[in-house]
């Protein structure tokens, strides 16, 4: 009996090990490819030429590198956004973002619910992870949780992760990492639409906006994670 539940035991490493290889490899070829990619959503107006000339290739590329950026959660994602307004326009540039951050959102949450805490340790630090008090409130776990993602400002990437190691029904988990993204998506969009446009004035406000709500979002989460 000892020996079968070592083989198991075993196995299940053995698994846990290839998976996580496997993962590791995927993110390094990504990178390799889509590294050259990002450094045109650095310069806009470069962005807006290769999606051009490229077409419905560059709206490919565009949502495999959007995914990656959940997934690696060490890339911000706001400039991506206010690339996707300025290259493929409000609306357009909303869905894309929408979809690319929603398919990054669902594959953080499958990988968090197989490998728990071990994969997100090898993501954020452990010092990230104990910050985030308000996700042990099991009273209110989901309606906090719901609350804090919509809020913009708040590390949504940290969150995603973190939120796949609560008792939160797995469905519910999939809708607010993806439609708590919707406020943060639209305003950056807009506002990367609105530069592209050379609408500069209402850019700023739209910026101004968005910074005003991201403080308010980020002085919200730091109490409610300071009263648990």
Do not use: H
Request: with cysteine; proline share 3%; glycine share 6%.
């Amino acid at each position: 009996m000892s020996n079968n539940k070592l083989k198991s035991n075993k196995m299940k490493i053995t698994v846990i090990t290839l998976t996580v290889i496997a993962v590791l490899l995927v993110t390094a070829v990504s990178f390799a490819v889509l590294m050259p990619f990002i450094k045109y959503i650095e310069t806009p107006e470069n962005f807006r030429l290769w999606v051009n000339d490229n077409g419905f290739y560059s709206i490919i590329i565009y949502v495999l590198t959007v995914i990656l950026q959940i997934v690696a959660a060490v890339i911000p994602g706001e400039p991506f956004e206010i690339a996707a307004g300025y290259a493929f326009g409000s609306l357009n540039g909303t869905l894309l973002c929408l979809l690319a951050e929603s398919i990054g959102s669902i594959i953080v949450l499958l990988l968090v619910r197989k490998f728990g805490l071990r994969l997100v340790k090898s993501i954020f630090s452990e010092e990230k992870i104990n910050s985030v008090k308000f996700i042990k409130n099991k009273q209110s776990q989901m309606i906090l949780f719901a609350l804090i993602f919509i809020l913009p400002g708040t590390p949504k990437d940290l969150l995603c992760y973190l939120g796949g190691l609560t008792d939160i029904n797995m469905t519910a988990l999939i809708l607010i990492c993806t439609l708590g993204r919707f406020p943060s998506i639209i305003t950056s969009v807009l506002a990367g639409n609105m530069a592209g446009t050379q609408r500069y004035l209402a850019a700023i406000i739209v910026f101004a906006v968005t910074a005003i709500i991201s403080v308010a979002g980020i002085i919200i989460y730091g109490k409610l994670n300071k009263n648990k």
